[in-house]
Structure formats: C-alpha cells, structure tokens
C-alpha cells in the first residue's frame, strides 16, 4: 500500500513565522503535489514536483516556496505566515505516466496562522 | 471559468437511500479521466473509483457506480444503499492529457449527510 506520511496533524504559527510542512511517500513515485483545501473552495493547488529538485507553481503559489531535495520528500514553505494562510493543507503523491492513477493522499495538516 | 462543477453544496439523505452525486466538466479533450474521492472528517481523501473517457462500461466499485454521460459532459457518483458512515465531503476531479505533470482538477466538493 501506498503511504503517504506529513508532520503534523495540527500546527498552531504566529504571524511571521517560518512554517514548513513535510510530506514523505514510500512508493518510490515521481510526481508530488501540495494543495490547500478551504470551505467553498475545494483543492487547489499550489506546487508541484515531478522530480527531484524540480518544482512547478499550481494556481496559488504566492506566499509558497516548496523544497525537494529527495525523491520521497517534498516540503512545502511558507516564508512568513499570515493569517490567510490558515487552512488545511494536503499533499498527494503519484507514479508518473499513468494516466488512469489516482494521487495518493497524505492525511492533511490544519494549519492556523494567530 | 470552472472546469469541474458540482451543483450541490451540501445534502441530507435518509439512510439506506440511494444517493446521486452531480458533477458535470468541461474539457475540449477526447481523452481524459473522472475521479472520485470521498473525504471524511477526518481529512483524508479517499479515492473511490475512476473513469475513463473512453469507457464503454459505467464504472463501478462496490456500492459506487459512476454514472458517465459523455455527451453531456456529467460524471454523477451513485451510492447505493447509503449507510452512516458515508457521511463525508465528496470531490470530483478530472485529470487532462497536458504533459507528464499528473495534475487533477477538483470540483469545490457536496457535503453528504446521512440522516439514521
């Protein structure tokens, strides 16, 4: 089975705080994604990796920066948290080229920025 | 505009009832994929089943079944038999031939509530 793992359940940050939140798949798969999930609005998506060191902005990176320094880790970045960045954050990862493959989800992270 | 639509922001369904999920898309393309994920409140999104746009066959998987009219461009999710546990946001999603990136679009998601 894929496992999709990140840090924290739950993180409480004080505005302007560096926050990072980790994310580690098992499966060996390329492909990584970081979303943001808010009432109203579904998924959206902020980077995306398909490779090591590789990084793509989604439709909301500003206030994002990501890091993938290896395979099976993807972090995602924010510089100096705001209060609008409170939000549940989900990152997802995929074996690249199979188009009729689901990305596989990690459990989420409830960020509040006070 | 919005690529994946879905028109129910939130239901309420008796147990054991039948249930359909709307979503419609839009795409120019011949070839794609419609995805369901089911999330509880847990936070965890599960997926639930896939179709493809050249699927003859509706998808099923279990007691879920998609309901795919091509010409229409809607993917309705069927649950049947609804039971308490199927409480939960549910998303549907597209994914397009673009390049290698795998992304999915994801509609804003309907909220079921089964009532006992």
């Known amino acids: 089975d894929v496992k999709v793992t990140q840090s924290s359940r739950y993180l409480v940050k004080r505005t302007g705080e560096k926050v990072f939140l980790e994310c580690v798949q098992d499966m060996d798969h390329e492909n990584m994604f970081w979303y943001r999930q808010d009432p109203g609005l579904g998924l959206r998506l902020i980077y995306f990796?398909?490779?090591?060191?590789?990084?793509e902005k989604g439709d909301i990176p500003e206030g994002y920066s990501v890091s993938r320094e290896k395979k099976e880790r993807f972090s995602l970045i924010l510089e100096s948290a705001s209060t609008n960045q409170t939000s549940m954050y989900l990152c997802?990862?995929?074996?690249?080229?199979?188009?009729?493959?689901?990305?596989?989800f990690g459990p989420g992270t409830r960020l509040t920025v006070l | 505009a919005q690529k994946i639509t879905q028109t129910q922001p939130g239901m309420f369904v008796q147990e054991k009832e039948a249930v359909t999920l709307d979503c419609t898309y839009d795409t120019s393309d011949q070839s794609y994929g419609l995805f369901w994920y089911k999330q509880p409140s847990s936070g965890e999104m599960i997926f639930l089943i896939y179709q493809g746009s050249y699927d003859e066959q509706n998808a099923t998987e279990g007691r879920y079944s998609l309901n795919f009219q091509k010409a229409r461009k809607s993917a309705n999710l069927v649950i049947s038999a609804s039971q308490l546990g199927d409480s939960a946001m549910y998303f549907c999603a597209m994914r397009e031939p673009e390049d290698r990136d795998d992304k999915i679009i994801f509609g804003k998601g309907t909220r079921l509530h089964i009532l006992p």
């Open positions: 997802a990862s995929k074996l690249t080229g199979v188009f009729t493959d689901t990305q596989y």
């Open positions: 990796s398909y490779d090591v060191k590789m990084k």
